[in-house]
């Protein structure tokens, strides 16, 4: 058996690997987002989650054959996540810039000023929710995630009578700090 045989985890490994990670991928990529203070609706985070899938699939397992056992499983894909997903933004941020592109595109496409409203809405709404407490912050996302009362209640660790409360609060607060902004 050659060095590299020895250090190469056989492919039956690496296909039980994929398969234990597999159902985790979303909940590391919600963690993932939410360290970037990005707090995408569910099929952003299906996209991602995708993403994460092919990524460590990909040139036969390349990237999962890359796990070590020197973290917890969980701890490695949050930080492949995270990088990725940080990449992906930055990307689609510098694509989605409207400088360079020709004047006679804006009347072609008749729902780009639509897509234009809704990305400048998000922009505000994630402007006013970095002015939010660290922990309205984590609740709004979990909320906006679309989790459920008792994801919130064991996430946050919080009564499960307070979490509408407690979101409604939040809302009325970004509500509040959208308004300010906007009247100045």
């Known amino acids: 058996m050659s ?34 203070r990005h707090y995408p609706d569910q099929p952003e985070i299906d996209r991602f989650a995708q ?36 990449r992906w933004l930055a990307e689609r941020d510098k694509f989605e810039s409207l400088e360079y592109l ?9 729902k780009l000023e639509e897509w234009l409203l809704s990305k400048e809405r998000e922009e505000i709404l994630q402007a006013a929710v970095r002015k939010l407490t660290g922990h309205d912050q984590k609740l709004f996302g979990l909320w906006r995630q679309g989790r459920s009362i008792g994801e919130i209640v064991a996430e946050m660790k919080i009564k499960k009578r307070s979490v509408s409360r407690e979101i409604n609060a939040v809302i009325k607060r970004l509500k509040e700090v959208i308004e300010k902004e906007l009247a100045m």
């Open 3 to 36: 060095q590299t045989d020895s250090q190469e985890p056989a492919r039956d490994d690496v296909e039980k690997l994929f398969q234990k990670v597999f159902p985790i991928i979303p909940a590391v990529v919600r963690q993932a987002c939410a360290s970037l």
């Open 51 to 86: 993403r994460i899938r092919f990524l460590l699939w990909e040139d036969d397992y390349r990237v999962l054959r890359s796990f070590k056992g020197r973290s917890s499983l969980e701890t490695w894909l949050f930080r492949i996540a995270r990088r990725n997903i940080q």
């Open 102 to 110: 020709p004047l006679d595109f804006l009347l072609v496409q008749p």
